[in-house]
Every structure is written in structure tokens, then in C-alpha cells.
């Protein structure tokens, strides 16, 4: 139940007790004063989301929506409302009690609720109107503002995130908006939404699975329909502001599940269409698209708090934001979801699997090439200090086993020759271990020994030079890529579907403690990344799997560690995503995914 409390004498004519109650507030009080307001307050059960709204407000519903019920932040502001959810009652109740004067009393309260620490979120109205007019001149003049603005329209134009890539900015956003506001009339949600882009993309890997023409064309256009649904769905939690921890589970891993999916249906369909074994480049498309996101995540982690933060790269690159053309081409030039789904889908209907996966590695491999390039640059030029924060959560991406563990405790104390030691040690380890799993004899395992000594050497001091943000990426890329050579140079038919679960499995894990780690409620548990023996723990027991057994019995031993890997992490994913204490995070960024 919700309860707004109106502060001040009631205004004739008013639509804000018919607004309040429209958006779920059944119980409206009334208050005198702020500190008649502060007494109300008290007595108000807890449990429940209150809001104080200053009773001259004028302003359009959409706005007391964005205020006042957005389920994602603890307390809310706008002009002349404030609100809290039961966890800032405490906050809220202090803020009205040190309040004294009535006019503008929802911004003092907001200012008290900043100074208690809480975190305030201030949604932003665009041409959406929220003032407190004191006069009825003032009244009548912003009433014709209110008047003037098409408020269904507006809204509708808010769900569209700003920064979307070019193919779902002019070729989705434009009519899917009007599928999630249909949607939301008819009392869908957008995790239902979620749920049916999934099972279209599991159908259209399906018919890619047949292996004939029709069943190629048919996936295509399925896939699109698919991404029509995934944009909807976020439009449809912005429109409705449905947001739950459910829904932020499901956005979160669905994007890459259906990807994913997608790929092994084309590998199949290969198969099944001339016995074409495109199982190698499957996987490789998938371990390339889920180090370009590791590499995304790990950078953004890195710097997004950080102090100083500012290059000559990143004055450039907003500089070009001001040349409209460049903005769009720099936004396909990294192949983000829209326009990457595109291109499978047109080259499904009309090429074969193969030509897909040659042009999605060679496209995606491009665009990592131009986004970790500036990233680089930027890292090289910038003068930041990293926080405390950043740090710990490149340790937590690191995804670091007992094995190297031990290591880094042993090797803590050695002194660092370079900045970029980190980065430098992890790259030539990956690259010793990766190389060696071409190699016969005993070198394979000589490398992933040699892997796990330099993984610990990596870790073994707080990851906050310039580059060490690549360190996670580098691990993945070690990991992954072991595993593909391992599985592509064994003779067994099933070597590589099994590596391909096996990476899945691996990677769900990957994207599960970054999602973790943006709602601001840390990495998974450690008693995880111990149980699932960290990348290095994974990688030497892949190499000594292949060392020890035959062909069958490694392709064996790899379905086996997928399946026992993603009960492990999947129960644990899920036991936390339906918790009470897992955030409700929803990318807002429009980044390229």
C-alpha cells in the first residue's frame, strides 16, 4: 500500500489528489504544515512507500510517476514531491523534523535526505512540467505549460534510450514503442516480454537447426522479431516503470542466452545441410563477442568513478559527438546488437552458416580492434586515480581460482618492475598456454602450469595501473581459447559441442558477476569462484583432461564439466536474483551490448 501525505492548504480545483490516486496512492492525507506533515508521518505503518507532496504542485501525471513510483531507487525526488520506499522511512522521517518552512517544503526535504547520505535519485522530466507556483499568476501560467505539452506523446518518446545504436534507433525504436505501450495496455510485462523474445529466438535457432532454405529464412526473420521483442521490453518497463530484480535476472543473461542459442542452431543446421563442421567457428564467434563485453565491462569498471577522470582522447571523441555523422558511424563501427542481429539474419536467409560465422569473426574482430585501441589510448593519456571500488572490482572480474591464489599470496611481496606488469604477464601467460595446447606431448600441460604461476603474478598486487583493467579480458580470452584449440584438435565428433557448453556454462558466470557487480552488491560469493576453481583451476583441469584421456573420454569429461559447472552456478544465480536482497539493474546506457 502507498501513502502520499498533501502539505498545505488544499487548491481549489486541483488534479493532484485524482493524479496521486491513479498511480497507487489509496491512502492521501492531509497536513497543515511540515511539521504537522512530520506528525502524520509517524503514525503511517512502515512497510509502506510514502510520499510528501506540496499541495500547490502543477505538473503533468507522467512526472509524479518518474517521482514518485519508479521501484529502483530507495527515495525520489522531484520539484515539489519527494518519496521514499521503507528502507529511507527513517531518512524521510528526520528530513520533516528538521523542516520548518512550508514553501518549497519537498526540495528541503530532498536536501535533508542528501545531507543524511542517502542516495536520491533525481529522474529527469524532459519537457514534462513539476513546479509548486505560490500565486495564482504563477498557477495559471504554468497550468498553460502543462496545457501545451503533449504529455502521452512525450512519454512515449522517453522509453527510447538516447544512445542506441543506428539500426535500432531508425529501423526498431520507431513502431517498437508502440508495441510496449499496446503491451502495457493490455497488461503485459515486460519479464512476459522477455520470456517470449527468448522461446522466438530459441525457435528461430530451431528452424536454423533444419539445415534447409526455408527453415534459414524462417530463423532470420525470427531472429529479428526476436530483437524487436528484446527492445520492447525495456520500453516497456521505462513505460510502465515495471522494474524487478526478476526482470534485471532475465534482461541481464536472455541477450546473450539467445545469441548463444542462435549460434549452435546455425552449427547444427550446417551439419545437417552438407555436413559442413562449422562447430570451430561457432565457438570462436562466441568466445570473440564475450571477451569484447568483458573487455566493455572491465573498462567501465574501471573508470567510471574514477577521480580525474578525463584524456585528450575522451576531449577528441566528444568533440566528434558534436559532428552528428561520426556519432552514428563510430556506433556501427563497434557492431552493437542491432546492428550485428541484422547481419546474421540477412546472411542467414541468404548465405550459408559458414559465410555467417566468417562475417560476424571478422566484423566483431574489427570492432574490438577500434574500441580496446581508444581504450588504451585513453588509459595511456588519462590522469585518474583509480577508487578503492574500481579495484576491487577487477579483482572480482579477474575470476582468480585457489591455485593462482596461492601463487599471488607467495609473490605478493616482489616488487613491480612496471605499471604495466599486470597486464603484461597476463598477456604472455595466455599466450604461452593457448600455444601450447597446439603442441603435442607434455608441453600442453607444461603451459598451463606455466599459466597458473603467471596468473598469480598478475593478481598478486591490487589491479590499479592504467591497463589493468585488460587483465579480466585476458584471462577470458586464455581460458576460452585453450579450450577451443583443445576441442578443435581432437578427433572426436562431439570435442566441440561439448567445448561450446562448456564456454557457455563458463561465461554465464562471467556475465552473472558483472551484473552483480553494477547493482552494487559485489561479485558472487568466494565460496563459488573456489568451488568452480577459478579460470586457472579450469583451464589446467581442461589440460589434463585432454593429457590424460582418449578422444571420447575427453569429449565426455568436457559435457560432464559443463553440466556440473552450470547446476553449480545457475543455482546459485537464481537463489540470488530472486532474493529480496538483488538490485532491480536495468542498463540505461544504450551501449553497444
Given at each position: 500500500m502507498r501513502t502520499a501525505i498533501v502539505i498545505g492548504p488544499p487548491v481549489p480545483g486541483s488534479p493532484l489528489d485524482g493524479d496521486l490516486r491513479a498511480l497507487g496512492f489509496d491512502d492521501i492525507q492531509t497536513a497543515a504544515d511540515i511539521a504537522d506533515a512530520a506528525t502524520v508521518l509517524a503514525f503511517i505503518p512502515e512497510g509502506r512507500r510514502i510520499a510528501l507532496v506540496d499541495s500547490h504542485f502543477v505538473?503533468?501525471?507522467?512526472?509524479?510517476?518518474?517521482?514518485?513510483?519508479?521501484?529502483?531507487?530507495?527515495?525520489?525526488?522531484?520539484?515539489?514531491?519527494?518519496?521514499a520506499q521503507p528502507e529511507a522511512r527513517a531518512a524521510l522521517s528526520r528530513a520533516a523534523m528538521r523542516s520548518q518552512s512550508i514553501e518549497g517544503v519537498a526540495d528541503q526535504l530532498a536536501t535533508q535526505l542528501?545531507?543524511?547520505?542517502?542516495?536520491?535519485?533525481?529522474?529527469?522530466?524532459?519537457?514534462?512540467?513539476?513546479?509548486?507556483?505560490?500565486?495564482?499568476?504563477?498557477?495559471?501560467?504554468t497550468e498553460d505549460s502543462v496545457a501545451a505539452v503533449n504529455e502521452e506523446k512525450a512519454r512515449l518518446n522517453s522509453v527510447v534510450k538516447a544512445r542506441d545504436g543506428f539500426?535500432?534507433?531508425?529501423?526498431?525504436?520507431?513502431?517498437?514503442?508502440?508495441?510496449?505501450?499496446?503491451?502495457?495496455?493490455?497488461?503485459?510485462?515486460?519479464?512476459?516480454v522477455t520470456t517470449a523474445s527468448l522461446l522466438t529466438a530459441v525457435i528461430a535457432a530451431g528452424l536454423a537447426a533444419t539445415g534447409t532454405r526455408p527453415g534459414f529464412v524462417a530463423a532470420g526473420v525470427l531472429l529479428l522479431f526476436s530483437f524487436v521483442l528484446d527492445c520492447t521490453d525495456g520500453q516497456l518497463a521505462r513505460y510502465s516503470l515495471q522494474y524487478s530484480t526478476m526482470g534485471a535476472w532475465l534482461d541481464a543473461t536472455f541477450d546473450r542466452a539467445k545469441e548463444y542459442a542462435y549460434y549452435a542452431g546455425l552449427a547444427i543446421g550446417a551439419a545437417n545441410a552438407n555436413n559442413d563442421d562449422v562447430w570451430a567457428l561457432a565457438l570462436?564467434?562466441?568466445?570473440?563477442?564475450?571477451?569484447?563485453?568483458?573487455?566493455?565491462?572491465?573498462?567501465?569498471?574501471?573508470?567510471?568513478?574514477?577521480?580525474?577522470?578525463?584524456?585528450?582522447?575522451?576531449?577528441?571523441?566528444?568533440?566528434?559527438?558534436?559532428?552528428?555523422?561520426?556519432?552514428?558511424?563510430?556506433?556501427?563501427?563497434?557492431l552493437p546488437i542491432g546492428e550485428r542481429w541484422a547481419m546474421i539474419a540477412v546472411l542467414t536467409a541468404l548465405t550459408t552458416p559458414r559465410i555467417v560465422f566468417y562475417a560476424l569473426l571478422i566484423g566483431c574482430a574489427l570492432a574490438a580492434c577500434y574500441t580496446t585501441a581508444g581504450r588504451v589510448l585513453r588509459s595511456l593519456t588519462r590522469k585518474a586515480e583509480r577508487t578503492e571500488r574500481a579495484t576491487q572490482a577487477l579483482a572480482s572480474l579477474a575470476d582468480t581460482g585457489p591455485l593462482a591464489e596461492g601463487v599471488a599470496a607467495a609473490t605478493s611481496r616482489i616488487k613491480a618492475f612496471s605499471p604495466f606488469q599486470a597486464p603484461a604477464v597476463?598477456?604472455?601467460?595466455?599466450?604461452?598456454?593457448?600455444?601450447?595446447?597446439?603442441?603435442?606431448?607434455?608441453?600442453?600441460?607444461?603451459?598451463?602450469?606455466?599459466?597458473?604461476?603467471?596468473?598469480?603474478?598478475?593478481?598478486?598486487?591490487?589491479?590499479?595501473?592504467?591497463?589493468?583493467?585488460?587483465?579480466?579480458?585476458?584471462?577470458?580470452?586464455?581460458?576460452?581459447?585453450?579450450?577451443?584449440?583443445?576441442a578443435a584438435r581432437s578427433d572426436a565428433s562431439g570435442a566441440l559441442p561439448a567445448a561450446f557448453g562448456l564456454v557457455g556454462a563458463v561465461a554465464y558466470h562471467h556475465y552473472d558477476t558483472v551484473y552483480r557487480i553494477r547493482g552494487g552488491t559485489g561479485a558472487p560469493p568466494h565460496w563459488l569462484v573456489r568451488a568452480i576453481g577459478g579460470h586457472d583451476g579450469r583451464t589446467l583441469l581442461v589440460v589434463v583432461a585432454a593429457a590424460l584421456l582418449n578422444d571420447s573420454g575427453f569429449t565426455i569429461a568436457l559435457t560432464a564439466l559443463a553440466v556440473?559447472?552450470?547446476?553449480?552456478?545457475?543455482?546459485?544465480?537464481?537463489?540470488?536474483?530472486?532474493?529480496?536482497?538483488a538490485p532491480a539493474v536495468h542498463d540505461e546506457s544504450g551501449e553497444p551490448a
Open positions: 505538473g503533468h501525471r507522467h512526472s509524479l510517476r518518474l517521482g514518485l513510483t519508479d521501484p529502483r531507487w530507495p527515495a525520489a525526488a522531484i520539484e515539489g514531491a519527494v518519496t542528501e545531507a543524511d547520505g542517502l542516495a536520491l535519485a533525481r529522474p529527469e522530466l524532459g519537457v514534462l512540467v513539476a513546479a509548486t507556483p505560490q500565486d495564482l499568476t504563477e498557477r495559471a501560467k539500426f535500432t534507433t531508425f529501423f526498431i525504436s520507431p513502431y517498437s514503442k508502440y508495441i510496449a505501450r499496446w503491451c502495457a495496455r493490455r497488461g503485459f510485462t515486460p519479464n512476459q570462436g564467434a562466441m568466445i570473440l563477442q564475450t571477451v569484447r563485453h568483458v573487455v566493455d565491462f572491465s573498462f567501465n569498471e574501471a573508470n567510471h568513478d574514477a577521480q580525474g577522470n578525463t584524456s585528450p582522447t575522451a576531449a577528441l571523441s566528444s568533440k566528434l559527438d558534436s559532428v552528428g555523422w561520426t556519432v552514428w558511424l563510430r556506433r556501427m563501427i563497434v597476463a598477456a604472455l601467460g595466455g599466450a604461452l598456454v593457448v600455444g601450447a595446447a597446439f603442441l603435442d606431448g607434455p608441453w600442453p600441460l607444461i603451459g598451463a602450469l606455466v599459466y597458473v604461476l603467471t596468473s598469480g603474478l598478475a593478481v598478486a598486487r591490487p589491479l590499479a595501473g592504467p591497463l589493468d583493467w585488460l587483465v579480466p579480458p585476458l584471462f577470458r580470452a586464455a581460458e576460452y581459447g585453450t579450450i577451443l584449440v583443445l556440473a559447472l552450470a547446476l553449480v552456478v545457475l543455482v546459485e544465480s537464481i537463489r540470488f536474483w530472486v532474493s529480496s536482497g
